[in-house]
Structure formats: C-alpha cells, structure tokens
T-cell receptor, first 115, second 113 residues
Framework: ETGVTQTPRHLVMGMTNKKSLKCEQHLGHNAMYWYKQSAKKPLELMFV???????ENNSVPSRFSPECPNSSHLFLHLHTLQPEDSALYLC??????????????FGPGTRLTVL | GNSVTQMEGPVTLSEEAFLTINCTYT??????LFWYVQYPGEGLQLLLKATKADDKGSNKGFEATYRKETTSFHLEKGSVQVSDSAVYFCALIIGGSARQLTFGSGTQLTVLP
C-alpha cells in the first residue's frame, strides 16, 4: 500500500527537541487524521482535517501542533515532548462528502521515542 | 456514546484452524463497521467493511456479517495461515466521512505452523 505515506518511519528525540512528522496521501482524499497508538491502549484520535480545516481536536496538549497546508499533506509538529508521548503515530485519510467516504486508509506510522 | 468491544486476546491457533474474533458494538444511529489488521511493525490496513445491516464484508478469506439484531460484526476465517498472525481491530463510524473512527482494543492472533 503506497496510498498514504509517512516520514520518518522512526524518530528518536530529546525532550527539548523540535521535530515534525509528515504524512502525504495520494488517493485524492479531502479528510486527514492523526491517531496515537500507545502500548496496551486503544487508538486515540488526535486531530481531524476536512478540506484543510481542522474539525476536531481531541483535547491534545499544545506540544503537538498540526498543520494541513493542502488536502494531500498533513504535518504534526512536536516540541518539548514528554517520555509518555512515545508511541506510534498514525496518519489516515478518507474521501469527504461522498458516498463511501467513511473508509479511512492508514499510513505505516512513525514510531516515536522520546528520551 | 459509541463503543466497540472485542474478545480479549491473545488468540493462538494452529495453521488451518477455524478463526472467530468476536466484536460487538453500541452506537447511536446506524454505523458503518470495519475490521482493520495490523501486521508487526506496520500501520493499520483495512481488511473488510460493511455499511448496513445484513451486509457481509469479505477479503483474503476473512468474512464478517453486520448483525443489527445482535449488534455484532464477528470476524471469521475458515483456515488460518501463519501469515495471518497480526493484531485485528474492529471499528465503527457514525455519520459518514471526516468522522472519528471508534476502535476496539485489538485482538492479537498468533498462528503456529
């Protein structure tokens, strides 16, 4: 599957670093999502963008800052993270405003480790 | 609110055994239902879906039927392979596109040769 790509695949950062995660979808979708997958916890939705507008922010701490410059790209900017933020960060996309638009397609994820 | 309950794992089977992973849901409205699979070290892949009652989703030998009367979407496969070893997630969505998927906690499946 190359419809949704994420870079980097692995990232190790210190608590004072600033880094960004990138997601790109090649499916012509208009909605994009960030999810967090921690060990032994259900997947947590973080942000939803629909036609480049943020439509959901699930009480995510401000040290996570999303950016959606166009419908194909989604970023997650990270700064002053905590060790408990270590997780797999998954990006997904879906069509919007169309029949069958509820199916979300996921990227491979970025494995983040905060030291 | 919406929720998805999956059978607790891990599940360990021998190759060619029959697989059932139970999934039940609660939802306000009429959800679309999904099974996603996550292979080791990878992201989630859509395995199958069903959008209305009595629909059957199928893919790669896996099947699940949307049962409104029992609010269930159990995943089945007649003969599992070692390559089916993965974590399986049941999920639902209400209201169409750009909405939050509600996931179950996932069921780890290990198939032994």
């Amino acid at each position: 599957e190359t419809g949704v790509t994420q870079t980097p695949r692995h990232l190790v950062m210190g608590m004072t670093n600033k880094k960004s995660l990138k997601c790109e979808q090649h499916l012509g979708h208009n909605a994009m999502y960030w999810y967090k997958q921690s060990a032994k916890k259900p997947l947590e939705l973080m942000f939803v963008y629909n036609f480049k507008e943020q439509t959901e922010n699930n009480s995510v701490p401000s040290r996570f800052s999303p950016e959606c410059p166009n419908s194909s790209h989604l970023f997650l900017h990270l700064h002053t993270l905590q060790p408990e933020d270590s997780a797999l960060y998954l990006c997904a996309s879906s069509r919007s405003g169309a029949a069958g638009g509820d199916t979300q397609y996921f990227g491979p994820g970025t494995r983040l480790t905060v030291l | 609110g919406n929720s998805v309950t999956q059978m607790e794992g891990p599940v360990t089977l021998s190759e060619e055994a029959f697989l059932t992973i139970n999934c039940t849901y609660t939802a306000t409205g009429y959800p679309s239902l999904f099974w996603y699979v996550q292979y080791p070290g990878e992201g989630l892949q859509l395995l199958l879906k069903a959008t209305k009652a009595d629909d059957k989703g199928s893919n790669k030998g896996f099947e699940a039927t949307y049962r409104k009367e029992t609010t269930s979407f159990h995943l089945e496969k007649g003969s599992v392979q070692v390559s089916d070893s993965a974590v399986y997630f049941c999920a639902l969505i209400i209201g169409g596109s750009a909405r939050q998927l509600t996931f179950g906690s996932g069921t780890q499946l290990t198939v032994l040769p």
